[in-house]
């Protein structure tokens, strides 16, 4: 029997990030539609820049990588957030991740409290040697 291939919620960034190393992970930017036909803000301080968003242009708008945030993003809100909290913290142990940086939404927001305090909980016990940065416009959550 094969091994089943391990899938990483934790992507290799563009060619730049990922000769510095450096993992991403992203949802979709801005205001969304979920497959419940809600709207949803993902970036919910955003002003001008949602104008100006390269995250709703090129390459992002391609069906695949839609549906690739999207389903980043359904893993971070209402009932699935524990579970995302958890399966993150575990991916985060994984060697690869070793010496390395994530860089936390090359596209999207903290959209919410919960899920603010449930990634830093995934870095505080992450590995000593893994390293955070993100961009962010949600300084008061
Ligand atoms: S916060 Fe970032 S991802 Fe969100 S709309 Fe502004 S530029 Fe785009």
């Not at 945030?69 to 690869?96: K, N």
């Not at 860089?103 to 016990?125: N, P």
Request: proline share 4%; hydrophobic share 40%.
């Amino acid at each position: 029997m094969f091994p089943v291939a391990q899938t990483w919620l934790v992507r290799q960034g563009n060619s730049d990030l990922r000769r510095h190393g450096i993992f991403t992970w992203t949802l979709p930017a801005w205001v969304v539609t979920l497959p419940s036909g809600t709207s949803m803000n993902v970036c919910p301080s955003a002003g001008i820049c949602a104008q100006l968003c390269f995250a709703r242009q090129g390459t992002y708008r391609f069906s695949n990588v839609r549906a690739a945030h999207m389903g980043d993003l359904l893993l971070t809100v209402d009932d699935a957030l524990p579970r995302f909290e958890e399966m993150m913290s575990e991916e985060l142990q994984h060697r690869r991740y070793r010496g390395r940086f994530v860089r936390l939404h090359d596209a999207g927001d903290f959209h919410s409290r919960a899920y603010l305090k449930a990634w830093l909980r995934i870095m505080d016990s992450a590995p000593e040697d893994v390293s955070f940065y993100c961009y962010t416009k949600e300084v008061c959550l």
